[in-house]
């Protein structure tokens, strides 16, 4: 059963760098989909980027030319690099593995069937 965890987080200043891993085990990644996607408590969840199997990537308006999507499929691990953070960007982000990507978004061929989730990681922007 494929299992996803998130690490990477925690506190920076405005206009600072983090990166994020999306580490799996239980199976490979090799041919999934891997989206990123963060959400406040209470918010709507926001769709931040996806990058496909080929290593294609797509980005949301509100982190495009910040944000970066990379894979290393020998470490089983999808990575989001941020630069340039704003206070904006403060929430829990989440890693999501499906099967394609559409623009920034990572979904399942079958119908019916679920992404399978990490449990987030919280990035915190503030000085």
């Known amino acids: 059963q494929l299992q996803l965890v998130e690490s990477g987080g925690g506190l920076v200043h405005p206009g600072g760098s983090l990166t994020l891993s999306c580490a799996a085990s239980?199976?490979?990644?090799?041919?999934?989909?891997i989206g990123w996607f963060r959400q406040a408590p209470g918010d709507v969840r926001e769709g931040v980027g996806c990058i496909s199997s080929d290593g294609n990537t797509g980005y949301s308006d509100s982190v495009k030319g910040r944000f970066t999507i990379s894979r290393d499929n020998a470490k089983n691990t999808v990575y989001l690099q941020m630069n340039s953070l704003k206070p904006d960007d403060t929430t829990v982000y989440y890693c999501?593995?499906?099967?394609?990507?559409?623009?920034?978004?990572?979904?399942?061929?079958?119908?019916?069937?679920?992404?399978?989730w990490g449990r987030g990681a919280q990035v915190t922007v503030s000085s």
């Open positions: 999501a593995a499906g099967d394609y990507c559409s623009g920034y978004n990572v979904f399942k061929r079958e119908r019916g069937s679920s992404l399978h």
């Open positions: 239980g199976a490979t990644l090799e041919h999934s989909a």
